[in-house]
């Protein structure tokens, strides 16, 4: 898939362990994929909430000096991708403020659908906003609510929001991490040794050495302390939606997201598409890094062999410029080559998780044909993506998304491709589980949980709040 | 003097140019003396302010590019030191934020005596705090001000504050300049072509060919729309009380400041200190740059030959590192050089403005006596520094100015200097002028216009509220 | 393989094209993984050659202004992995000086045998060196020649030397591409549009949409100027000795080398080393990126399943610190994770392409046990690696490879694997073609086509000269 | 005088001293006047020399960590301007090359008038050329010297140059400084505690804590290494031609240069002046800092009033841009800023030390006027600048000189003054003083000391070498 579709965000909480900036600061590169314009930590030493955050990968906005500046036991910490708000330091979380109570510090995955309408109301109410983030929105929540305990104020808070959240929240001696009824977004609790751990996803656990505990359930807030950990159920239940695409694209595959092997499912997915879309080729190959999976699976039942058709160049970064216009489909290229000797004369599968405005996944057809293949048959692990998400997937107006305009035989020819073929929802919603059952899968059905704001849908596509600021 | 009295900050505005930020960019340059640490601009387009702030010289935060982004015929800018909230560019402003009726942007000069009390009020009430600023509280008065105008609630936010402030304030269409009752802080109106100018002093005026029109007010409102200007006088009355601090140290010389030129009333400062204090002696010298022109007063008064004993380094900035512990009086080498060939064996009057903890003038006596002076005598033109400031002025703790501890005598052995003397407060109001009146002498008198904040007197020196962030 | 083993350069070159820099900056691009630590483009416009060089990856480097101060229709290029010479920017090339006939400009890849002999016998006539680099001994015998033309004072300075070299070579109106008798490291000829290009690697003329014509052959002089292409073959004709690493290890797998596909070789490599260690397994899987052309062999050949069992990161550079020492296998779980839901419980054959010293394996031997494998199977698609190279590759000291401690039962103890297989030397030989043979294998054989230096082993690997600068 | 005048270099040695790299460091701080464009320090820990240089001011290029990376007793170091060569990191100096006998490091203060004959010499013969500096033919020279010791070799290189130079040299044992037979550039050897620092002026001896031995005497070579300090003279003596600009603009105030002071010496040139070329004036005002001691020599002989009437602007760097066009005098204002108080309706006596192009002191001339001078009369403490200087200082082309194109008169008109007075050149030699002697005034007086080059003299006035290289 295309970069098109982006997770806002990663969030990452330690209690109890000396290195706890330093522990974050793994974390949060565990979580790099979940976010890559910005990263920030909140670190704790019990009286004092000291925050550093930057635009840029973790490796760029830390050095050991500044990690050294943030003592304490306790922190918190956030990986960013900047949706259209912009990309201003402002909006990098973790967002520390003060209040009546002392400080504050949040980190936030997820989107409110209310948002606009709590702004106007606290706003109403004389509130002032430094950013364009609905994270702030929670902020004023918490230190208006006229509750006499932190715990309470946030859960106060949290009662009149609505929408998709995972959150890691913390005071200058309790750590909180919540998960919002229907569990949209992925959250889940470890230890390493005697401290312990939030995180988006177990990867972050991995790499530090911690063990996983359970995640935090939907509607669930833990809380820890000195005392230890003490589980609150505070909201009216409802029935898990947690996002499909986190399966399908969004979550690295060595994680276990949902209680479910990210891998494992994606290898599946391609195992059934090659049930439901069989084709007579020479080879499988994958649109690398996130069509392996699908690749393998598909290579597995259909028996055709899987190759490397593609290769993924690991230096395309954000500061590569494009120097030339006299390149054909020069932005693709310098991320993905071919392998002329693979697919010369080759009837090729190609294997992809999503295609989103169809931009690039012509451009890929266009070079496997230029690399010789006699015939490319474009396989998709999930069905057409005809919707846009309000609840923390940075998906484009519905009106770019290529099968909200065009049927399938419509976008198949409009990428030149010999076949195209999509998962059904049937054969996804197999592969979930009946038994897990509760995923969101509104971007391919359009059944949305929660309504989406009444304002026309483009409106929340854009900003919800126009920026403030640049800054450097 | 050493460089341990400081302003704040300078301020800016400009209405009705098309190259307002880079007018800004200009006049903060003008006023960079006024703030080193970070300087920022918002514009506005009409529709949109759009800001960008950094830590910093101007001419470090803002590259042509920058400037580019900051489109619109209206802008503010500031420049701030950044006094014992830290270095974080959080607090670098101008604070642009959004609350009920659209963006508004402040840039601030002076310092709230009540800022700590209306800081608990508005947490009480469930307020937010981002930054350490007490230009924070006055975003917070104005958003959560009843009146239904934008001037109302700024009048309604300013009649909540107390101590002084030279505010420069700006919606999507308005600017408006406000300096408090008593007139601490200086700013002045001015024109250039059709465009109306707000700064703190005149010397950003002259620097962009534009033309002084008089100074706002003490107490005075200025309104600046699409309708022309318009000026209010929405407090009661007060007596002036300007910062004498600002003819004495912090003003440019070629800036004309609460109606006076800064340079003529120095160097009359030094022509009364000769009379006050003479001394038979062969050469007066400064200490460069703020000491010159009371040196020359000294000079043509007392007849002895003015001569540049000591040589101030241009090269002296912050990014300099101090590698050796091995040289004596170190730092102050850095900045300042003795000229043997003017000192040896001569008599020497050395004019400073001020002594605020006696460290620097030590070392520039001993540095004196090391190139060869028969004699060392000290001469300030102000009278000793008593106590600190509550109204923009950065000083130490009351404890750590020397002439707090110690009498003259005991000031002139510690420096090891022939003899010391100060010009009288009597003097000082001498050339002040007994016509114009009306100024704050309280560092020298310990007579307070606004009393200090009721909380310990170490306890204000403080950071008001504790830093939330450290960002880079 | 870890990162131990690095190929000392890649190279790139231009001529005819008004897009010179740029084209050169997109070769260098695609021939990142030849050197990641400095980049360097000199262009000429036919009176001047401008150079920019620095540390760091070529999107580093290079802005679109320094491009734009690059004019000209002929370019050459330059990255470079840094050996024991150590980080310095004198270091990166082209290096680009004047003598008697102008300016020349170089960029080298390979290593001279006789560096050390020649750069005594020119200090000796007077010349003075600036880098540690052997190349600059190339240009001192350019320089020294008594020939009458550039292209024959070139063959003069390459007739006294000895060892690995492709080079491209500019001056203000001329290029010149060599590659030595044995052609040691690759070296491609192509055009694009009009315009010739010369290049390490086939990708690069891939990524700038030019055709491949053939190789440079080893010992040939490709002269291009304003008359065209020329082919010179000023050497004694040798037999080939292409580095057989290019096709294990080095070159990227969608490059023809050598006139091979890598990937296509690699997969070979796989399926002949399943068939000389055959093993009853659950899963092969690769060690990423390198290995997994020759685990996709392997599995096709056993039968075995290939799944994806370790991870790399994306996020893995150079800025990124170590923060903590708590953590088992730190440094290579930042690289790579393991797939729990792939491994547990598994019999897994893990596939790779080399053993330096060891300590990368032994850490991935523990990791995969760590996620539960129930049996480590090390296979390795070459032999050995008994001894170091001297042609430009940058290996450790012969007493640092483990296979020149120990033999294949003591390093499969070693790093705790339950068996280990390479490939044999005859399988090597098998796969790479009896028809093109001609290859250097001196790391697996210790039969070195050109005699290392006389002097002691571990000198050579040492910095021929030691550094002079450092720089910023 | 505006900075159009440059004097290309400061260097600074030390020998025996545990913090030679910090001391250079000191030391060329002390001497960045000379040069503001790039540094570099090169220091030997007996067995290595390490070098690190770079753009930008000296506390730019160092950090704490770069000078623990320079380990060792002794060092040198080099400030430089850039002329015309262009901001190359590869001409900023010291040069550390290895040859025949190891390495050494090169610091060079001045111009050599045979450079393009000697490098077309050494050309010829095989030499490569890395930069665009002569001081590289100097380095090429030792390399080549049939002599057997490193102090022979480089008498016998120095025999070889004619024109201006001050050196500093270092071997991995030894420093060496030399000054040219007609000792045009200054030189000083100094004393801290045992160790011994030559330095291009005392102002660096001072800010250590060093005292003055004596002046590196024209034509001497100091040779310091473990057995102490040994003077030679190995070339045939010349008549002094120290640098008169050395004493009227380049030189530190607080620096004693060819055994004066330099700040006596200026006002003396006043005191002349004022005798020379009197006015019923107000006011005398300096054009700063440059024309300060200037005008209180004007002041005091004249008995007019000295008073500060332009201000200097502390924070005029390299960083600043220039945003807007539509500001008269816009450059000059963002240095300089006029005092109206004291110019308002004043007869004025502006004083600077030259006049180069016309183009700022034209600008002044209005600036003065512009606020509200009645009269301008300046003063100039120097002859006409007629000519160009080829032994050290960055001067335009003589066509470029106002004072090459018009007379007194002319100049007069075309800058707008009511008069203009340059001191005589017989003036000049009386304040320089019969005694002493051996002046270089050919900026003046046409008499060269040293035939300039016999190509063209606006070829000479380019670089000498065309630039091989831009870097980052």
Redesign the interface.
């Known amino acids: 898939m295309s970069t098109s579709f982006r997770d806002e965000c990663g969030v990452f909480g330690v209690f109890g362990d000396s290195?706890a900036a330093?522990?974050t600061?793994?974390g949060l590169?565990?979580l790099?994929?979940r976010g890559q314009e910005g990263a920030g930590i909140a670190a704790s030493d019990g009286s004092?909430?000291?925050?550093?955050?930057?635009l840029g990968?973790?490796?760029?906005?830390?050095?050991?000096d500044?990690?050294a500046?943030l003592p304490g036991t306790m922190a918190i910490g956030h990986v960013r991708y900047s949706t259209a708000g912009g990309s201003s330091?402002l909006n990098v979380q973790p967002?520390?403020?003060?209040?009546?109570d002392g400080?504050v510090s949040v980190a936030h995955n997820g989107n409110l659908v209310n948002a606009v309408e709590l702004k106007a109301e606290l706003?109403?109410?004389?509130?002032?906003?430094?950013t364009t983030s609905d994270t702030e929105v929670i902020?004023?929540l918490i230190?208006?609510?006229p509750q006499s305990t932190f715990v309470n104020r946030l859960v106060d808070a949290l009662a009149r929001v609505s929408g998709a959240y995972s959150l890691v929240v913390m005071t200058g001696d309790t750590l909180v991490a919540v998960r919002d009824p229907m569990g949209f977004r992925p959250l889940v609790l470890g230890k390493r040794g005697d401290a312990w751990v939030v995180c988006s996803e177990t990867?972050a656990l991995?790499?530090?050495?911690g063990e996983l505990v359970r995640e935090v359930e939907p509607g669930e807030m833990v809380i820890i302390d000195a005392d230890g950990l003490q589980s609150l159920r505070p909201f009216p239940e409802q029935p898990r939606r947690a996002c499909i695409f986190e399966h399908i694209y969004f979550a690295?595959?060595?994680s276990?997201v949902f209680g479910e092997?990210v891998?494992?499912q994606r290898?599946a997915l391609g195992r059934l598409l090659a049930e439901e879309h069989p084709v007579d080729a020479d080879v499988v190959v994958p649109v690398p890094?996130s069509g392996?999976?699908g690749a393998?699976g598909f290579a597995?039942r259909s028996g055709i062999?899987?190759?490397?058709g593609l290769?993924r160049?690991?230096?395309v970064?954000r500061?590569?410029?494009e120097?030339?216009q006299?390149?054909?489909d020069f932005g693709v290229?310098?991320k993905l080559?071919?392998?002329?000797?693979?697919l010369r004369g080759k009837r090729v599968v190609v294997v992809d998780d999503s295609i989103v405005r169809g931009t690039t996944s012509r451009k890929i057809v266009r070079m496997l044909r230029q690399a010789g293949a006699a015939e490319v048959h474009l396989r998709i692990t999930a069905p057409p993506t005809t919707g846009g998400c309000y609840y923390g997937v940075d998906t484009p107006n519905r009106e770019e998304l290529i099968a909200h305009r065009m049927d399938v035989a419509q976008i198949c020819a409009h990428l030149g491709a010999d076949s195209l073929g999509y998962l059904s929802l049937e054969g996804l919603r197999t592969v979930q589980g009946a038994g897990r059952g509760g995923y969101c899968e509104a971007c391919f059905s359009g059944d949305y949980p929660i309504a989406p704001p009444q304002v026309g849908e483009d409106e929340v596509q854009l900003p919800l709040?126009?920026?403030?600021?640049?800054?450097?």
């Open positions: 290195e330093n522990l600061y793994l590169h565990a790099q994929h004092l909430i000291r925050t550093r955050r930057g990968l973790v490796g760029d906005v830390f050095s050991a500044h990690l500046e330091p967002f520390t403020v003060r209040y009546r400080q706003e109403a109410r004389g509130s002032i906003f430094n902020l004023h230190a208006g609510s990867c991995s790499l530090i050495d690295r595959p060595d276990e092997s891998y494992s290898v890094d392996i999976p393998l597995q062999q899987f190759q490397v290769l160049s690991r230096y970064g500061t590569f410029i120097p030339s006299q390149i054909r290229k310098l080559s071919p392998l002329h000797g693979v709040f126009q920026g403030n600021s640049q800054e450097n």
